[in-house]
C-alpha cells in the first residue's frame, strides 16, 4: 500500500462514527456510541419531587444515583408507558450518568460522517438544538440526538 493509499485509508476511518439506534414514541433515533456506557432492561426508579416532567426519578445503578429520563416526552412525543419490554439506555452527558428510557435499541451502525444532513429549517428551535442532524439509510430516516443539548443543568444537578 503507497503512503496516499495509507492517508487515504486513515481519512476514511477518522470520518466514520457508530451510532446505537433505538426507538423513542416509534421513530427512529441515533446516539453516538462513544456517549454510551450500557443498556439494561426496564427498571422502576424512584420519583424526585419537582423534578421536570420528563424526569421519571433516579434509579440505584452499582451504587450510583442515575436520573431517569423519557426521552419521548423531552422530545415532545408523548408519555412513555414504561414496562418490562422498554429499556434504558445508560449515557454518559457532560460527565454526568443519566438513563434514557427508551422502547427497543434497534442496532448499531457505522456510517460516513458525511451523511449526516443538517436539521431542517422547519424545525422548531428546540427540536433543532435536541437533533443535530438527519441520516437517512436504506429505508430508515434516523434523527441524532445530541446529548449535550438535550437535558439543561438542573436536570443533571439531580444526581
Known amino acids: 500500500?503507497?503512503?496516499q493509499d495509507q492517508i487515504e485509508a486513515t481519512t476514511a476511518r477518522s470520518t466514520m462514527r457508530e451510532l446505537v439506534t433505538?426507538?423513542?414514541a416509534d421513530q427512529d433515533f441515533c446516539v453516538d456510541i462513544m456517549s454510551i456506557r450500557e443498556i439494561r432492561g426496564w427498571s422502576k426508579t424512584t420519583i424526585m419531587p419537582h423534578a421536570p416532567d420528563y424526569v421519571l426519578?433516579?434509579?440505584n445503578l452499582r451504587g450510583s444515583v442515575v436520573p431517569v429520563i423519557d426521552l419521548?416526552?423531552?422530545l415532545g412525543l408523548g408519555v412513555t408507558k414504561a414496562d418490562e419490554r422498554h429499556v434504558i439506555i445508560i449515557a454518559l452527558?457532560?460527565?454526568q450518568t443519566v438513563g434514557l428510557l427508551v422502547e427497543s435499541v434497534s442496532d448499531i451502525l457505522g456510517i460516513n460522517t458525511e451523511s449526516i444532513q443538517p436539521t431542517p429549517e422547519i424545525a422548531s428551535d428546540?427540536?433543532?438544538s435536541f437533533v443535530a442532524g438527519i441520516i437517512c439509510i436504506e429505508k430508515r430516516t434516523l434523527r441524532l440526538i445530541d446529548l449535550e443539548k438535550l437535558l439543561p443543568q438542573a436536570a443533571?444537578?439531580?444526581a
Do not use: N, P, Q
Request: hydrophobic share 50%; glycine share 4%.
Open 72 to 74: 419521548s416526552r423531552r
Open 1 to 3: 500500500m503507497s503512503f
Open 22 to 24: 433505538f426507538k423513542a
Open 93 to 95: 452527558i457532560d460527565k
Open 126 to 128: 428546540t427540536a433543532r
Open 156 to 158: 443533571l444537578d439531580l
Open 57 to 59: 426519578g433516579v434509579m
